[in-house]
């Protein structure tokens, strides 16, 4: 039976591995801390595996215990990082030099939030998680979402390269589909799309 449980774990990680890094990256803004984050929150997820795997969404605990690692990195060192490496897994197509200028400036705006509004933002727009399933996340009800999210795209409207009138590849001032690859793409579209129009 443990060895059942510990084939169902690295089969979990495998398949979850480059989401929960790419979602750890967002929130520390390192990549290195990135991947160290994520080793944490398996490492506990991990020991408590038995009663996740069990649960209708093991992910969703894994991604709570991300946060929550995230945040007690973050009460110890009170250090807001700039976002300045490269994201761990780059998009389908290779981007020109206005995509990645405009991912950085939107990277280094979340690196600005609070933690939990950050946490919020990325779970609702990058991982396109709806508002209850972000309060599942984040162990808070479906109107604190709300509120953290609003606030925090308040922020990132007003943060430079951020603002209102700029185009933004795939959004609102360019046809759909220019220049996007798959995933990361269509997450930070999501974003700045949000940015630009106000939170849904």
């Known amino acids: ?19 929960l890094v790419r979602t750890a990256y967002l929130l520390t803004g390192d990549v290195h801390h990135a991947e160290d984050l994520t080793q944490t929150a398996l490492a506990k997820a991990y020991r408590s595996w038995r009663r996740i795997s069990r649960s209708d969404n093991p992910e969703a605990y894994v991604r709570r215990m991300l946060v929550s690692c995230n945040s007690d990195r ?10 300045t490496a490269a994201p761990p897994e780059r998009a389908g197509r290779d981007e020109g030099a206005g995509q990645v200028e405009e991912r ?22 990058w991982e396109d998680l709806s508002e209850a399933e ?11 979402v709300k ?3 609003s606030k925090g795209l308040a922020k990132l ?44």
């Open 157 to 200: 409207r007003v943060y430079p390269g951020l603002a209102a009138d700029r185009t933004v590849p795939g959004g609102r001032g360019q046809g759909q589909g220019q220049g996007q690859g798959q995933g990361q793409g269509r997450s930070q579209v999501r974003i700045q799309g949000q940015v630009q129009g106000g939170s849904r």
């Open 147 to 149: 509120s953290q999210a």
């Open 104 to 125: 950085g400036s939107l990277l280094a705006g979340l690196a600005q939030l609070p933690p939990k509004q950050r946490a919020v933002v990325v779970l609702r727009y």
């Open 134 to 144: 972000v309060a599942e996340v984040l162990g808070c009800s479906p109107g604190t």
């Open 74 to 83: 973050f009460r110890k060192r009170r250090v807001t990082e700039a976002l």
């Open 1 to 19: 039976m443990q060895a059942e449980q510990e084939d169902r774990f690295q089969e979990f990680v495998r398949a979850r591995w480059s989401r």
